[in-house]
């Protein structure tokens, strides 16, 4: 598993209003991160969650209550046979794991954890937004559109000057893409990431370490998939499940500090 050094900065976390396609929820606020950490240049793949699973003997929810959301070609549906194994479409152990669900993710963070004897957990949604923009203030760390030549996504469906391309309708190996300037890959598309936090509103203040609110119903995701339009993998889109929700969009990375 790969990690690349994220150093501690201050940012304009959301968008602003002149963003196309941009959401009332993502108001502009200014986070200080006051440490760096390192943050996993690729989402945990089939391979690394395979052999957590092999370790642990750990049974994902998708595996213990009944399966996993899948697009059945006409809507998504709970499917009692789909989890981690079997999305509904073929992977490779380089392909980022799906139908985890935020519980699932945690679970994981504390066994690598425990094993590496290092403070790994999934990120905060700003330390995820930081480590996205890698100091761009545009829709995507790599502009102010996309195309299906930088990531992967549903584009049949496009954003500002960007054309319409190939939709894989899958996910695609890890590091397919480009990497931002920070050297993290498929930060826009490919698996929706959870982060640390409850959802809820931004604060109106500037602030510093931002861990969310206290309590909630829903986790943040992060970064969009491969079947969303392009306008929800923007850096400031925000996403936001149970945290036992699984689907086959669902996936993660995690970051550690030193301390």
Known sequence: MKFAWIPPGTFLMGSPESEAERSDYESQHKVTLSKGFFMGVHPITREQFATFVEITGYKTQAEREGGAYIWTGKKWELVAASNWRSPGFEQTNDHPVVCVSWNDAVAFAKWLADREN????????????????????????FGVTISPHQANYNSNHTYGTGKKGVYRQKTTPVGSFPPNALGLFDMHGNVWEWCQDWFGDYPHNDVVDPQGPDSGENRVGRGGS???APRRCRSAYRGWSKPGLRGSYDGFRVRFCQD
């Open 118 to 141: 290092k403070a790994v957990r999934l990120p905060t949604e700003a330390e995820w937004e930081y480590a996205c923009r890698a100091g761009t203030t545009t829709p995507f760390h």
């Open 226 to 228: 491969w079947p969303e």
